[in-house]
């Protein structure tokens, strides 16, 4: 019986230059038996490219600086365009409460800020990520 594997694509936007938090939960992820796709710097458009790609479960954003709500306003509509409402969509890093509902709103799951742990990350996306198929290893 094969077991079911958690995909995540964690990325950084053009905009971003601090990664060593997102970095830090993608080693957490693959420990806690996630199959994890980093990619770094790329526009909100290559991320949803990626996304579909690698067929993920899980699309995590991170975000230091402002620019947040366009990238997840940007990323949660190309998902629904493209019949990919099931991928799990997080955001984590430097992002003010007063964008929380906002966000949530788009389509944003999950928001993590400062202070978050990587196992409430863990823990969140076992939760919520959506049943869609079985994953050989």
């Known amino acids: 019986m094969n077991q079911r594997i958690i995909r995540v694509l964690l990325g950084k936007t053009t905009m971003e230059a601090?990664?060593?938090?997102?970095?830090y939960l993608a080693t957490k992820l693959r420990e806690a038996g996630m199959e994890v796709i980093f990619i770094n710097f790329l526009e909100p458009k290559e991320i949803l490219d990626a996304a579909i790609q690698e067929d993920v479960d899980v699309v995590g954003v991170s975000s230091s600086v402002e620019g947040?709500?366009?990238v997840a306003?940007?990323?949660t509509r190309r998902l629904k365009e493209n019949g990919k409402e099931d991928v799990l969509v997080v955001f984590g890093g430097v992002i003010p409460e007063r964008?929380?509902?906002g966000m949530r709103e788009m389509g944003v799951k999950g928001i993590?800020?400062?202070?978050s742990s990587a196992d409430s990350v863990v823990e969140f996306i076992r939760a919520n990520v959506r049943p869609r198929r079985v994953h050989a290893e």
């Open 68 to 70: 947040h709500l366009p």
């Open 73 to 75: 306003r940007e990323v």
């Open 18 to 23: 601090h990664d060593r938090g997102v970095r």
């Open 112 to 115: 993590f800020g400062p202070g």
């Open 99 to 101: 964008d929380f509902a």
